[in-house]
C-alpha cells in the first residue's frame, strides 16, 4: 500500500461537539424542494453516467449540480384542491452530448429521471400533470471535456476543479435523533397510519445542555383534511406519534417538540399548513442544489462545512463530489477502526488538472480520548487514508452507480 507524503494529522484543541453546551441542526426531509432538487440532480448525473458506460465504456463530462424548482401554485381545500400551475424545474450546467459520431439524449435522461426519482418518493406528485420542465444544459468546455481524453488506461483522470472539502465524525445524538425522526415521519409505514402527513418535512433542533427544542414543520395533506377541527384532531395526534417515538431514544433530559408553529385557530384554511401535494414545491417554497442538507443529511451549524454542492458532480473527475463524500467516508473509519477518537473532522484539497488520486493535502484533525496519546493514533490514520487513496476508482464507481449516495 503506497503512503501519500502529504497527510497532515493533529491533535485539535476543541471540545466535542457532543459535549458542548449548545448544539444547532437542522434536516431539511424527502419533500423538502432543496432536498428534492439534490436528489433528482444527482439521479440525473448516476443515470448519465450509466447511459455513457453502456454505449461508450467510459464516464464523459458532464456536472448536474445547478438547478432549480420554482413552486408551482394551488388551491387548498378542505378534501382536496388542486394545482393551478405546475412546478417548473429547471436543469442547468454542462454535458457530453455526442461521443464521436453518435449522439447522447441528454435532456430525455434529465427528464426520465426526474419523473422516476418523483414518482418513487412523492406519493402524490404526478410529473406528467405537475410538473414542468425546462433544459439549460449545455455542451461542456473544451478544457474541461479534453480532462476525459487525456485518461490513459490505468490512470486517474484530473481534477476538474480546485477545491476544498471537509467531513466529520462520529454523529451526535441531536444528528442521530432528527435524521431518525424525518426517516420515521416519510417511511411507508407511517404513511400507512398518517396519510394527511406529507414529504415535506423539515426538522430545526437546538440543544441547550441535554435539554433539546424541535420545530417540526410538515406539509399537511388537504384530501385527507375535512375541516379545520379535524386538522387539528390530526395534527394532534401526529404530534402524539412524534413524542412516542422519542420517548424510546435515551440521551437527553428533555425534548420538547413543536409541530406547524405557524398554525392558528379560528383563520380558516390561510392558520393552517395545507398542500395539494404534500410539498411546498407547490406553491410555497422553491428549491436548488446546494442549499440543504450536507451529504450526510444534516445542516450541522456548529461544524466546518464544504461550500461544495456534490449533488449532480461528474464522479470520476469532480473533487467537489468525491472529496466530499470521501471526506466523511475516511472520518467514519477513522472513528470506527482507531481506538481511543473521539471526534474528527478530515480535510482534502485538490489542485485542477491534477490526478483525483494525488490531493495537494489530506488532514485530519483528531480528538483524542481522554488520556489517549495522539502519537499513538497516527500510524492507523494513516493507513486508512492511504487505503482509500489505493482503493480510489472503486469508490468512484460505487459514486457512479449510486451505491454511495446522499442521505
Not at 99 to 128: H, Q, Y
Not at 154 to 179: R, W
Not at 249 to 278: M, P, Q
Not at 292 to 301: D, E
Amino acid at each position: 500500500m503506497k503512503a501519500l507524503n502529504n497527510v497532515f494529522i493533529n491533535e485539535l484543541g476543541q471540545v466535542p461537539l457532543q459535549s458542548r453546551p449548545l448544539e444547532i441542526t437542522e434536516r431539511k426531509g424527502l419533500g423538502h424542494p432543496d432536498t428534492m432538487c439534490d436528489n433528482i440532480m444527482n439521479q440525473i448525473s448516476v443515470d448519465l453516467s450509466t447511459e455513457y458506460m453502456k454505449r461508450f465504456g467510459n464516464i464523459y463530462h458532464h456536472n448536474m449540480d445547478k438547478g432549480l424548482i420554482a413552486a408551482g401554485e394551488t388551491s387548498v381545500k378542505f378534501g382536496g384542491g388542486k394545482v393551478t400551475k405546475p412546478i417548473l424545474i429547471v436543469y442547468g450546467d454542462r454535458a457530453t452530448f455526442k461521443v464521436g459520431d453518435e449522439d447522447v439524449p441528454v435532456n430525455e435522461i434529465a427528464e426520465k429521471s426526474t419523473k422516476t426519482w418523483l414518482k418513487k418518493n412523492l406519493r402524490f406528485v404526478d410529473p406528467d400533470v405537475h410538473v414542468k420542465f425546462q433544459s439549460e444544459i449545455k455542451p461542456g468546455s473544451p478544457a474541461l471535456q479534453d480532462i476525459f481524453s487525456r485518461k490513459k488506461k490505468g490512470e486517474f483522470l484530473g481534477a476538474n476543479d480546485t477545491s476544498a472539502a471537509v467531513g466529520f465524525a462520529p454523529y451526535t445524538e441531536q444528528e442521530k435523533l432528527i435524521l431518525g425522526l424525518e426517516k420515521y415521519l416519510n417511511s411507508k409505514e407511517y404513511k400507512k397510519e398518517h396519510p394527511e402527513a406529507g414529504e415535506d418535512i423539515k426538522i430545526m433542533a437546538l440543544r441547550l445542555g441535554k435539554k433539546v427544542d424541535l420545530t417540526v414543520a410538515m406539509a399537511m395533506v388537504d384530501r385527507f383534511i375535512k375541516s379545520e377541527d379535524d386538522y387539528f384532531k390530526r395534527k394532534d395526534e401526529i404530534y402524539d406519534s412524534i413524542n412516542t417515538w422519542i420517548d424510546d431514544k435515551g440521551g437527553f433530559e428533555e425534548v420538547k417538540v413543536s409541530l406547524n408553529a405557524l398554525d392558528a385557530r379560528g383563520r380558516g384554511l390561510d392558520g393552517l399548513y395545507l398542500t395539494v401535494l404534500g410539498t411546498s414545491a407547490e406553491a410555497g417554497d422553491s428549491g436548488q442544489v446546494g442549499r440543504g442538507n450536507n451529504v450526510r443529511g444534516v445542516i450541522a451549524l456548529l461544524r466546518p462545512m464544504s461550500s461544495e454542492a456534490a449533488a449532480g458532480k461528474n464522479p470520476v473527475s469532480h473533487v467537489g463530489k468525491i472529496y466530499n463524500m470521501l471526506c466523511y467516508r475516511i472520518a467514519d473509519r477513522i472513528v470506527d477502526e482507531v481506538s481511543g477518537v473521539e471526534e474528527t473532522y478530515v480535510w482534502l484539497l485538490s489542485r485542477i488538472g491534477c490526478p483525483i488520486n494525488e490531493p495537494s493535502v489530506v488532514s485530519a484533525q483528531v480528538i483524542p480520548q481522554k488520556g489517549v496519546v495522539m502519537k499513538s493514533l497516527e500510524p492507523s490514520i494513516n493507513e486508512i487514508i492511504a487505503d482509500e487513496f489505493e482503493h480510489l476508482d472503486e469508490f468512484c464507481t460505487a459514486l457512479a452507480d449510486g451505491h454511495i449516495g446522499l442521505r
